[in-house]
Nanobody, 120 residues
Framework: VQLQASGGGLVQAGGSLRLSCAAS????????MGWYRQAPGKQRELVAG???????SYRDSVKGRFTISRDNAKNTVYLQMNSLKPEDTAVYYC???????????????WGQGTLVTVSS
């Protein structure tokens, strides 16, 4: 399973960005999909997740500003980020939990990361 993330960039505080992450390769099914971020000197943290059935979860600091969604036909997960703040600056990583074969257990796969920089 390969993940290709895109959509990062430089934006002023209050602005918006949309991240995309497409999964490709050979796999049987995709379970959860999500976005993590890692700021300089900090640990990677979960930003938002979406289950196969569509239920979503967010860290408190992004609730009401970020929206995660997925297109199962395209094996793609999105993160719409509005009202961005300087503290949102980080490298954002997409994560997919998938099964390569029906008889195998699921594994986590990671995208290459895309940098989001929010200027004040």
């Amino acid at each position: 399973v390969q993940l290709q993330a895109s959509g990062g960039g430089l934006v002023q505080a209050g602005g918006s960005l949309r991240l995309s992450c497409a999964a490709s390769g050979s796999f049987f099914s995709i379970n959860s999909m999500g976005w993590y971020r890692q700021a300089p000197g900090k640990q990677r943290e979960l930003v938002a997740g979406i289950a196969s059935g569509g239920s979503t979860s967010y860290r408190d600091s992004v609730k009401g500003r970020f929206t995660i969604s997925r297109d199962n036909a395209k094996n793609t997960v999105y993160l719409q980020m509005n009202s961005l703040k300087p503290e949102d600056t980080a490298v954002y990583y997409c994560n997919v939990n998938a099964k390569r074969k029906s008889w195998l257990g699921s594994s986590d796969y990671w995208g290459q990361g895309t940098l989001v920089t929010v200027s004040s």
